[in-house]
């Protein structure tokens, strides 16, 4: 047992998990960060499509318009001060045949009531004359300036650094597996690791929190269905489109988008399934084709041959009624803290637009704090700046230079198809919140994301995580346990090979 008593401990560091704790970061406070897994952000932060929505799609009066809009606002500070690579290119919801247009009118209405800024309706002819790919058969489309794009890993690790920066501890490979009560009160919780006690526990476990709320008998209603999405990456060589082209929205998803990223690449996707199993993030060939037929929609010049990856996120579809009295909404999130239990701030339903709303949740949290009495008082010597650290292939050649001249890793080429450095490997390996595994290394450098996804670099990789780790590079993964690369060493093989031919 830990026998330090923290003020917070934070369950889950997905994107809403590492928000919160830099957010919380700002006061005296003791803070404890927990994740199960084996980095931070390896839930659904690490598989969206990764936009910064302007909001004009969720229900006006809900608690999910609000974070979503007031989020939106919020990241161009909040990406200056992490390095966060964040760009504010707005974005199109695309109506194909007059049938669609009403459509917009409607996202257009519902833009106007959540306070979104910047939205225009267009016709068809403009936007063929602003994306000359688009389906020819294009009547209208809504142009909102406030949306973005953004690096969802980044914009986990960079909080929770930031947060570690200004004294948060992280605890990686902890699983919360109950809650310590004392009475009504929540006063910790047991976990993989044992009992660790703290006055306050933040739910932010993502697709499960239903199960951490319901351990402390709270909203026994509650379910979360994991709700799939697959998505298909293109090749930056091969295809560079500029803009985010949405459909116009169905019942239950924002549809099939067209989108670049702040890598260059393409993606395709998502598709919308309810499934069963939290854990399944497989894709499908029936998935596959749906994304492919409404991307096509948009785009009808998309060749599939460009296509290096595919992969598949589950939104955290939750059942909550709308949090504002009298407004009809049957998923809004929950931001709480409960009547019937203290102790507790409780988070759930966070699907998308999370990535967008989770600065506004954090904010909201550290309110919801305040509000019950928690009396918070800042540190004099708060740092909200966190610096990236550089990206060879971004960097201009002289820089590029300098950079080698003063550190020869630098020079080292590991990742061809991103041209990822050896220096960039190992400062992630150095860095405040350690990358231990192959995929930590990918999240933060983009190394293996390109054409050959990983076939020149991954034995090299092994080679230095295990050298700057101190460990056996048969104990080096990709992402934790049941996913190491090596099983044991060639000559042991051969050996067995040997003794079985005699
Ligand atoms: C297909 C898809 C597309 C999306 N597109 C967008 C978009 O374009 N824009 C946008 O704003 N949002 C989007 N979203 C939504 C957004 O990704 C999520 O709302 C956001 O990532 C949720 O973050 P989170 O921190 O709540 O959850 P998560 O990232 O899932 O983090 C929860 C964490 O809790 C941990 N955890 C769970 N249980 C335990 C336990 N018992 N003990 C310890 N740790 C635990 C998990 O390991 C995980 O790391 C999309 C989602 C999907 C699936």
Redesign the pocket.
């Known amino acids: 047992m830990n026998s330090k008593a923290y003020d917070v401990i934070i369950?889950?560091?997905?994107?809403?998990?590492?928000m919160i704790a830099r957010f919380l970061s700002r006061y005296k406070l003791d803070i404890l960060l927990?994740?199960?897994?084996a980095d931070?952000?390896?839930?659904?932060?690490?598989?969206?499509?990764?936009?910064?929505?302007a909001g004009y799609d969720p229900v006006p009066g809900s608690l999910k318009a609000a974070m979503?809009v007031r989020g939106n606002r919020m990241w161009d500070t909040l990406a200056a001060e992490l390095g966060i690579p964040f760009e504010r290119r707005g974005d199109y919801v695309v109506a194909v045949g007059k049938e669609e247009l009403p459509s917009l009118d409607a996202l257009y209405d519902k833009g106007m009531q959540n306070g979104v800024p910047g939205m225009l309706l267009i016709s068809g002819d403009e936007l063929r004359r602003r994306e000359p790919g688009i389906n020819p058969e294009v009547s209208g489309a809504l142009w909102a300036s406030t949306g973005g794009i953004a690096d969802?890993f980044a914009a986990?690790v960079a909080p929770a650094e930031n947060a570690v920066r200004n004294g948060v501890e992280v605890m990686l490979e902890?699983?919360?597996?109950g809650f310590l009560m004392d009475g009504s009160r929540v006063v910790g919780i047991q976990?993989s690791r044992g009992e660790l006690r703290s006055r306050w526990v933040v739910n932010?476990?993502?697709?499960?929190?239903d199960?951490?709320m319901h351990k402390a008998g709270i909203r026994p209603e509650f379910k979360i269905t994991p709700?799939?999405?697959e998505?298909y990456v293109f090749d930056r060589a091969d295809i560079a489109i500029n803009n985010v082209l949405f459909p116009v929205p169905t019942k239950v998803s924002k549809g099939i988008l067209v989108t670049t990223t702040v890598h260059g690449n393409t993606i395709i996707?998502?598709n919308a399934q309810n499934i069963d199993d939290k854990e399944d993030r497989s894709v499908t060939r029936e998935g596959l084709n749906e994304v492919w037929q409404g991307a096509r929609k948009l785009l009808p010049q998309l060749e599939l041959k460009h296509a290096i990856a595919v992969f598949?996120?589950?939104?955290?579809a939750g059942n909550a009624p709308c949090a504002t009295a009298g407004v009809d909404c049957k998923n809004d999130y929950i931001i709480e803290i409960p009547d019937s239990v203290s102790g507790l701030v409780n988070?759930g339903g966070?699907?998308?637009?999370?990535?967008?709303?989770?600065p506004a949740i954090a904010e909201r949290v550290v309110e919801l704090l305040q509000d019950a009495g928690e009396r918070l008082v800042e540190k004099h010597d708060w740092d909200p700046i966190r610096s990236p650290r550089p990206r060879f292939r971004e960097l201009p050649k002289e820089e590029q230079k300098i950079l080698v001249h003063n550190d020869p890793s630098y020079g080292r080429i590991v990742c061809r198809c991103e041209s990822v450095t050896e220096g960039e490997i190992l400062a992630e390996i150095r860095a405040p919140i350690p990358a231990r595994t192959y995929d930590a290394l990918k999240r933060r450098t983009w190394l293996g994301t390109g054409r050959c996804q990983g076939g020149f670099d991954i034995p090299r990789v092994v080679e230095i995580l295990s050298r700057e780790l101190g460990l056996s590079p048969l104990e080096m993964s990709k992402k934790g346990v049941g996913s190491r690369f090596l099983t044991r060493p060639t000559k042991e093989v051969e050996a067995d090979h040997a003794e079985a031919d005699v």
């Open positions: 369950v889950g560091a997905g994107v809403v998990g590492c927990i994740d199960k897994e931070l952000c390896m839930g659904t932060t690490a598989s969206n499509t990764a936009i910064i929505h979503n969802p986990a902890t699983e919360f597996q976990s932010s476990a993502g697709i499960y929190s199960a951490v709700r799939r999405g998505y996707g998502p598949a996120g589950l939104r955290p988070l966070i699907e998308s637009p999370g990535l967008v709303s989770a």
